[in-house]
């Protein structure tokens, strides 16, 4: 199984980023849960956003109504779009999936929010 994040990038507080994640190697279809995490400096690394199906996500709370989470089983890619950015949300941001009870993460993507 790899996971290949992409997207981060340097943003003004009030704007907007998009991450999109790579899976391959793995059964997609069977909408295993697919997670974002994220790690500022200094912080542990926390649960963003979980999806299991368009019906089925979940959000940490901070980030509840500005950030989404999306996938697209066919081509077998989990999508973070994220709006309204606020310094606090500056981090390394990595993508996971706990498949047939392993951790895979990805190679995380930076996400830096700062005028």
């Known amino acids: 199984v790899q996971l290949q994040a992409s997207g981060g990038g340097l943003v003004q507080p009030g704007g907007s980023l998009s991450l999109s994640c790579a899976a391959s190697g793995m059964n997609f279809k069977l909408n295993t849960p697919m997670d974002w995490y994220r790690q500022a400096p200094g912080k542990e690394r926390e649960l963003v956003a979980t999806?299991?199906?368009?019906?089925?996500?979940q959000y940490t709370d901070s980030v509840k109504g500005r950030f989404t989470i999306s996938r697209d089983n066919i081509r077998r890619r989990v999508g973070l779009q994220m709006n309204d950015l606020t310094p606090e949300d500056t981090a390394v941001y990595y993508c996971?999936?706990?498949?047939?009870?392993?951790?895979?993460w990805g190679q995380g993507t930076q996400v830096t929010v700062s005028s």
């Open positions: 996971h999936s706990a498949y047939y009870g392993r951790d895979f």
């Open positions: 999806i299991r199906s368009p019906d089925n996500r």
